[in-house]
């Protein structure tokens, strides 16, 4: 666990294992106070019914999902996990391809990172965690 901002990081999906891979849940781990990594969406749904102390308050959870390595069903959990409405979702991609980033923003996704800027600089997840929880605060507020 780390020190971070007190909310939840769903890591969804098991990225690419070449190397030099940047894995999420060891750099949210300063972002947040807890990081809970699954290899699919039923796997997290199970895996937050049987976590104990429940779920932070609506907008405290942050979900990540992994989708490198895979141009199957890792798209099409965006608008599964963007309806579940815990908080924002930032998806992780092969490439920053045009067609991927407007469909997953058309569903809500606050942020598409390509996974090679993400070995260049492995705060940027961090910081797009932070900014995301924030702006969904703000949000909330309002």
């Known amino acids: 666990m780390g020190g971070g901002v007190q909310a939840l990081a769903l890591v969804v999906g098991e990225g690419g294992v070449a190397a030099g891979t940047v894995r999420p849940g060891e750099v949210l781990e300063g972002a947040v106070a807890e990081v809970l990594e699954f290899a699919s969406p039923a796997d997290a749904l199970d895996g937050l019914r049987e976590r104990a102390g ?20 890792r798209l099409a959990w965006v608008p ?14 092969d490439d920053d ?22 070995s260049r600089h492995p705060g940027l997840l961090a910081r797009s965690a932070r900014r995301a929880l924030a702006a969904d605060d703000r949000k909330q507020r309002a």
């Open 54 to 73: 429940g779920l932070p308050p609506r907008g405290r959870t942050l979900i990540v999902i992994d989708g490198r390595g895979a141009e199957d069903a």
């Open 80 to 93: 599964l996990l963007v309806g579940i409405d815990l908080g924002p979702v930032i998806l992780l991609a």
């Open 97 to 118: 391809r045009t067609d991927v980033v407007h469909a997953a923003k058309a569903h809500g996704v606050s942020r598409c990172l390509e996974h090679r800027h993400l």
